[in-house]
């Protein structure tokens, strides 16, 4: 008993100080992932919508070639045809079929003419220059029937298509008449589609020919790689858009099919972080946050654009400290860090 009071009486004189030690608070800090940050450049690009059109050079109307019936249609909008498949047939109105017979008349009358002139200026009854007139009336006559019976006034002619083609549009019906010059249908061929957008005028101005575009369908597919065939210089009252024509892969995109166009107008250049880098604050302010000796500084960033998971800002950054990625929204200025030992799972 006389040797345990010694005991008690010093644990009790240890007591004070275990309860401070235990009072006594342990420096905060947070699990971070770090990155190097890096200067590079990302494409700069512009963004339009539009649809899947002829382009001019490959539009195509096919009109009626005199006045006429139109006795059938061999097809339907949105068909593709090849060369030479026939699209309609025509027979010539009664005032087309009755010039041709009058042509024809016209024609036997000039070469009877002809020779009858031929014989009487044998005889001398008849004059050279005369002949030579009767000749002139035979060669007009000739004329113009050949020139009916290329437009078909003979008879019922079949309009052929002169291309492989799509039909984007017809404008007739069987057993209607038109006169000569009207539209009947219009064709487009499958090789000279354009993408047909429209740009913000602020972001046209930087877009020029030749500029390379990445094309994706909005219904789903692969991303294409187009080409700027032209820009506008007017801003449409319809829609307040600059119209860009994009030229894209044949075959790989269907008439009337709407597609987003990236245009590549030049690079971006700055610090190159990924996008889960970057945070903003309550007055909308960007900014990052850097590790100086494990500790963290928030920095205000411009946003100078950005592609896929990267974006390329600008500001007071420190080149030698590590960005934070990941835990930074829980950070402030001053804060401590840690990251992960070497095989741990923990996640900030």
């Known amino acids: 008993m006389k040797r345990a009071l010694p005991l008690l009486f010093g644990a009790a004189l240890l007591?004070?100080?275990?309860?401070r030690a235990q009072n006594t608070p342990s420096v905060p800090s947070v699990l971070v992932q770090l990155t190097t940050l890096h200067k590079g450049s990302l494409p700069q690009a512009v963004t339009a919508y539009g649809t899947i059109q002829p382009g001019a050079a490959a539009s195509r109307t096919i009109m009626a070639p005199l006045p006429a019936l139109v006795e059938s249609l061999e097809v339907q909008p949105g068909q593709t045809v090849t060369q030479g498949a026939p699209l309609l047939r025509l027979a010539p109105s009664p005032a087309a079929a009755a010039s041709y017979t009058q042509a024809e008349s016209a024609l036997q009358v000039a070469t009877g003419l002809v020779a009858r002139t031929r014989d009487m200026v044998a005889q001398h009854l008849a004059?050279?220059?005369q002949l030579a007139d009767a000749m002139k009336a035979r060669s007009d006559a000739r004329a113009t029937l050949r020139a009916l019976q290329a437009q078909g006034a003979g008879?019922?002619?079949?309009?052929?298509?002169p291309f492989a083609a799509i039909v984007t549009a017809v404008s007739v019906t069987p057993g209607s008449v038109?006169?000569?010059?009207?539209?009947?249908?219009?064709?487009?061929?499958?090789?000279?589609?354009?993408?047909?957008?429209?740009?913000?005028?602020?972001e046209a101005v930087a877009v020029t020919a030749g500029d390379k575009?990445?094309?994706?369908?909005?219904?789903?597919?692969?991303m294409l790689q187009g080409t700027v065939l032209w820009r506008g210089a007017v801003v449409q009252a319809s829609d307040g858009l600059?119209?860009?024509?994009?030229a894209v892969p044949a075959g790989q995109l269907l008439l009337g099919e709407m597609a987003q166009a990236s245009i590549t107008t030049g690079q971006?250049?700055?610090?190159?972080?990924?996008?889960?880098?970057?945070?903003?604050?309550?007055?909308?302010?960007?900014?990052?946050?850097q590790a100086e000796n494990m500790t963290a500084k928030k920095i205000p960033v411009q946003?100078?654009?950005?592609?896929?998971?990267?974006?390329?800002?600008?500001?007071?950054?420190d080149p030698a400290a590590p960005l934070v990625l990941s835990g930074n929204h829980q950070l402030d200025d001053g804060m401590k860090m840690r990251t992960a030992a070497a095989g741990s799972t923990s996640a900030p």
């Not at 008879?155 to 298509?161: F, I, M, S, W």
């Open 15 to 19: 007591l004070p100080y275990v309860a």
């Open 127 to 129: 004059t050279a220059q």
């Open 303 to 317: 946003i100078l654009g950005g592609a896929g998971a990267e974006n390329v800002i600008t500001g007071a950054l």
């Open 213 to 222: 575009v990445a094309v994706t369908p909005l219904g789903g597919g692969a």
């Open 242 to 246: 600059v119209q860009v024509a994009i």
């Open 268 to 289: 971006l250049t700055g610090y190159v972080v990924p996008h889960a880098a970057i945070l903003v604050d309550d007055q909308g302010q960007a900014y990052i946050v």
């Open 155 to 161: 008879g019922v002619q079949t309009l052929r298509a």
């Open 178 to 202: 038109v006169a000569e010059g009207a539209a009947l249908l219009q064709l487009a061929r499958a090789q000279g589609l354009v993408l047909q957008a429209g740009l913000v005028p602020g």
